[in-house]
T-cell receptor, first 113, second 113 residues
């Protein structure tokens, strides 16, 4: 049973560019959340997708957007990258409505230069 | 009211000793309190979690103690081992908020052999 998978593992981008990160949830899970973890800090909630709709959103600007596909996989898009967007981006999945447990993927390390 | 405060920031424990990490929350609406373990370069792994209707939960060497009136909860690692050296995060969530996790700042645990 595959856990949460994310791609790519590492990414280097230049200020002003756009980036797309991908996540496949754990088998049987239908809800995907994205978190940003800056170095030395706890993860911060970006948004959550359920039934292909954004259900909850944290305190992140509109430059951060996402999408969920019919197979429950998800993408995180960040436009107009800033140096401060450099972080580990984590995807977590859960079985909506049936459990509180959220399982995280290994993350994508984004470096903006 | 969304904050979760975690202490200490770092902790050094001798092998075989007890590691204790504390967290405090403000929002009494939170109804799920997990602990995550994170190794360098990896995503957080769900360790153990508790709901507010119980005061203690034990799984192997890991125990959560929960004090609802004080709005505090703690993680106890018994017989700490060098392999337990990692960063530990407490978190809290509420079903009404889509179970988005609010994380503490993390505790870096080092177990000396």
């Amino acid at each position: 049973d595959a856990g949460v998978t994310q791609s790519p593992t590492h990414l280097i981008k230049t200020r002003g560019q756009q980036v797309t990160l991908r996540c496949s949830p754990k088998s049987g899970h239908d809800t995907v959340s994205w978190y940003q973890q800056a170095l030395g800090q706890g993860p911060q909630f970006i948004f959550q997708y359920y039934e292909e709709e954004e259900r909850q959103r944290g305190n992140f600007p509109d430059r951060f957007s996402g999408h969920q596909f019919p197979n429950y996989s998800s993408e995180l898009n960040v436009n107009a990258l800033l140096l401060g967007d450099s972080a580990l981006y984590l995807c977590a999945s859960m079985k909506g409505g049936a459990s509180y447990e959220q399982y995280f993927g290994p993350g994508t390390r984004l470096t903006v230069t | 009211q969304q904050q979760v405060k975690q202490s200490p920031q770092s902790l050094i424990v001798q092998k075989g000793g007890i590691s204790i990490i504390n967290c405090a929350y403000e929002n009494t609406a939170f109804d799920y309190f997990p602990w995550y373990q994170q190794f360098p370069g990896k995503g957080p792994a769900l360790l153990i979690a508790i709901r507010p209707d119980v005061s203690e939960k034990k799984e192997g060497r890991f125990t959560i103690s929960f004090n609802k009136s004080a709005k505090q909860f703690s993680l106890h690692i018994m017989d700490s081992q060098p392999g337990d050296s990692a960063t530990y995060f407490c978190a809290a969530s509420k079903e009404e908020y889509g179970n988005k996790l609010v994380f503490g700042a993390g505790t870096i645990l080092r177990v000396k052999s």
